[in-house]
């Protein structure tokens, strides 16, 4: 003759089952996606003067300046392009230097907003602001949205001799959401660089 359960057990069966049952029939709620909290250091910046640069501008503690001496797997114009990294959020402005006359500045306009204008097909919008500072540095600032690879562009020129491009990408898959945040936090650094960007004479 089997051995019946005894109360104590049969009871905790009993709760076990009501519990799956239960949990069964519970409304699913899904969880909205998230992020990952970024701690953002406290701004500030240093001054980057070498000698035989033809530009000086502010940049911040948290970033590194790293010459570049190729550009897609090809020898750079010249030896004032550099890169400015921001190890922390994996990220690094690009930038590159043409001096007018060895190239029209007509055509370096042009590119730039062509460079900008490859990200329509992905882009949802695509904003211009002129630059004016009282360092008499002249250019345009893109704002692009939506996910795309640089969502922060610009350039700088005094028109005569110098031209200055910049854009701001990260090391990973383009999210406008996923990278906003840091979008948001590097715009500052970018227009403070433009901000004390200045060309030597």
């Known amino acids: 003759m089997k051995q019946l359960l005894r109360p104590t057990k049969w009871a905790l069966f009993i709760g076990i089952v009501s519990y799956f049952f239960t949990a069964c029939n519970s409304?699913?709620?899904?969880?909205?996606?998230?992020?990952?909290?970024?701690?953002?250091?406290?701004?500030?910046y240093q001054t980057f003067d070498v000698a035989g640069y033809p530009y000086t501008f502010e940049y911040p503690v948290y970033a590194q300046v790293l010459k570049d001496s190729t550009f897609f797997n090809t020898q750079a114009e010249n030896p004032w392009w550099i890169n400015i990294d921001f190890p922390q959020f994996n990220g690094r402005i690009y930038i590159s230097y043409k001096a007018i006359g060895a190239n029209q500045l007509d055509k370096l306009v042009n590119d730039a907003f062509k460079l900008t204008n490859k990200h329509t097909t992905k882009a949802s919008s695509i904003d211009e602001m002129l630059i004016n500072?009282?360092?008499?540095?002249?250019?345009v600032f893109f704002n692009v949205g939506g996910d795309v690879a640089t969502a922060n562009q610009f350039f700088v020129?005094?028109?005569?001799?110098?031209?200055?491009?910049?854009a701001l990408y990260f090391d990973a898959t383009p999210n406008q959401d996923s990278l906003g945040i840091v979008n948001d936090y590097l715009v500052k650094d970018m227009q403070h660089l433009i901000n004390t960007f200045k060309w030597r004479k």
């Open 27 to 44: 409304p699913y709620t899904p969880k909205p996606k998230g992020y990952f909290k970024i701690n953002f250091p406290e701004k500030k």
């Open 133 to 139: 500072t009282p360092n008499n540095i002249h250019g």
């Open 157 to 166: 020129t005094d028109s005569s001799r110098h031209f200055l491009r910049g």
